[in-house]
C-alpha cells in the first residue's frame, strides 16, 4: 500500500497536473485584484457619495428652515379678501394706531393679516346671526322662549362674531408675551456673551437667535428681523424702537433704550446688558413667586369640597362603622 501510495506521488503525470494546479491558483491570485479594482477607489468613491448626500440633507434642512422663516414673516397674498377690503374701504371705518399694534404684538405684520383680520370681522356677524337664526327658528331652538328673546339672541351671535378676531389676537398677543417674558433672560445671557466675546450686536443676535430658538421660536423671529432690520435701515435706532414695539414688553423696552444710548454715547454695550440681565432675572423670580404666594388662597375652595369630605370619611368611617356594629350586636 504504501509503495503504490510512494509510486502514485513520484508519477510524473501526477506532478505535472499538481504543478498545474498551483499555477492555476496563483494566476488567479494575482489576476483576480487587478479585476475587482482599486479598493482606495471604492472607498473614496463610497466616501464622496456619502458626502454628497450630507450635503443634500443640509441643504434641504437650511432651505425648509428658510420656508418656515419667509412664511412667519410673510404669508400668501389674498387676493379675493383684499379686493372686497379694499371696495368697502374697512380699512378707513375700522383699523386704528391701537389694532396696528395689537397685530403686531401677536406676531401678524404686513398688509395681508390685516386684511385677513378685517375680512373676518366683516364676514362673521353674518355667518354667526345666520347660525343663530337656522338654530333658534329652523331648528326650534329655545322653544320655550319667545320670540324677542330669541332675535335678541342673534344679535348677541352678530356681536360676538364682530368681537371674535379682536379676542383672538388679543390671546394670541398675550400668549406671545408670555413666551418673550419667560426667555428674555436667558436671550439676554447668551448676548451678553457674544458681545464680551468680541462679536458685533448683529452678529449677537443672529447667534443669539439660533441659540434660543429652542426655547421660543417668537423671540427667535424677533431677533432675526431685528439683525435684518439693523442691516438695512438707515438708522439703527429705529430696529431697535421696532422691537420693542412688536414686543410690547417693558423690559424689552429698558433693553432697547440702553442700546440706542450704547450707539449715540459710545457707552459700553456689556455693562448695561449685564445690569438688565440680573434685572429680568429678578423680576422673573418676582412672577414666580407671586404666583407661589396666590396658591394657598386658589386651594382653599377644592380642599373645602373634595379634600376635607375624603378626610372626614377616612377617619369617622371605622369609628361609625364600629359604633353601628355593637349597636346591632
Known amino acids: 500500500m504504501t509503495d503504490q501510495v510512494v509510486n502514485s506521488l513520484i508519477d510524473p503525470s501526477f506532478l505535472i497536473a499538481m504543478l498545474v494546479a498551483i499555477a492555476v491558483f496563483a494566476t488567479v491570485f494575482t489576476v483576480l485584484p487587478a479585476l475587482s479594482g482599486d479598493p482606495m477607489k471604492a472607498r473614496m468613491k463610497a466616501v464622496a457619495i456619502e458626502r454628497d448626500e450630507l450635503r443634500a440633507k443640509q441643504r434641504a434642512r437650511l432651505a425648509a428652515e428658510s420656508d418656515r422663516r419667509r412664511k412667519g414673516l410673510r404669508e400668501e397674498e389674498s387676493v379675493g379678501m383684499r379686493s372686497i377690503v379694499d371696495k368697502l374701504d374697512l380699512r378707513r371705518a375700522l383699523v386704528d394706531e391701537g389694532t396696528l399694534n395689537k397685530l403686531k404684538t401677536a406676531g401678524f405684520r404686513g398688509q395681508n393679516p390685516l386684511t385677513k383680520f378685517l375680512f373676518f370681522r ?47 389676537v388679543t390671546n394670541r398677543a398675550t400668549k406671545r408675551k408670555k413666551s418673550i417674558q419667560l426667555a428674555w433672560p436667558d436671550a439676554l445671557d447668551l448676548l451678553l456673551i457674544c458681545v ?61 433704550q440702553a442700546l440706542i444710548q450704547a450707539e449715540r454715547y459710545g457707552t459700553p454695550v456689556a455693562t448695561a446688558l449685564r445690569v438688565l440681565a440680573d434685572e429680568s432675572r429678578e423680576m422673573r423670580m418676582n412672577e414666580a413667586e407671586k404666583k407661589a404666594a396666590a396658591l394657598p388662597p386658589k386651594l382653599t375652595v377644592p380642599m373645602i369640597l373634595f379634600f376635607l369630605p375624603v378626610l372626614f370619611a377616612v377617619i369617622l368611617g371605622p369609628a361609625i362603622m364600629q359604633a353601628l356594629a355593637l349597636k346591632n350586636g
Open 196 to 256: 464680551e466675546s468680541g462679536m458685533s450686536v448683529e452678529a449677537a443676535f443672529r447667534k443669539v437667535s439660533e441659540e434660543i430658538g429652542s426655547q421660543s421660536a417668537e423671540l427667535a423671529e424677533e431677533f432675526v428681523l431685528t439683525n435684518a432690520e439693523l442691516s438695512f435701515l438707515q438708522e439703527r435706532k429705529a430696529a431697535y424702537e421696532n422691537l420693542a414695539s412688536r414686543t410690547g414688553l417693558e423690559t424689552v423696552k429698558s433693553v432697547t
Open 122 to 168: 366683516l364676514v362673521l356677524p353674518f355667518v354667526g346671526f345666520a347660525l343663530a337664526v337656522a338654530y333658534l327658528f329652523v331648528l326650534g331652538g329655545l322653544p320655550e322662549q319667545s320670540s324677542f328673546v330669541k332675535l335678541l339672541v342673534c344679535i348677541f351671535a352678530a356681536y360676538a362674531g364682530f368681537y371674535a378676531p379682536i379676542l383672538y
